[in-house]
């Protein structure tokens, strides 16, 4: 049940990273914190799946 909460919590943590308004001296990295959000919430959305088909298998 951790792994689960931990996929979940690692999908909004990549919202919060596309979200993120990065001004000054960080603007130049927006584009860089948007395709690292992008990832992480695709990785880890297919590892929920995986998860839950494997477990819906296993039954």
């Not at 943590?13 to 596309?18: E, R």
């Not at 690292?36 to 880890?44: A, C």
């Amino acid at each position: 049940m951790e792994r689960i909460i931990l996929f979940f919590a690692s999908m909004l943590a990549g919202f919060a990273l596309i979200k993120v308004p990065l001004t000054g001296t960080f603007a130049a990295l927006d584009p860089i914190a948007t395709i690292v959000g992008v990832i992480t919430i695709l990785v880890f959305a297919l590892a929920l799946i995986y998860h839950g088909v494997r477990t819906l298998i296993n039954r």
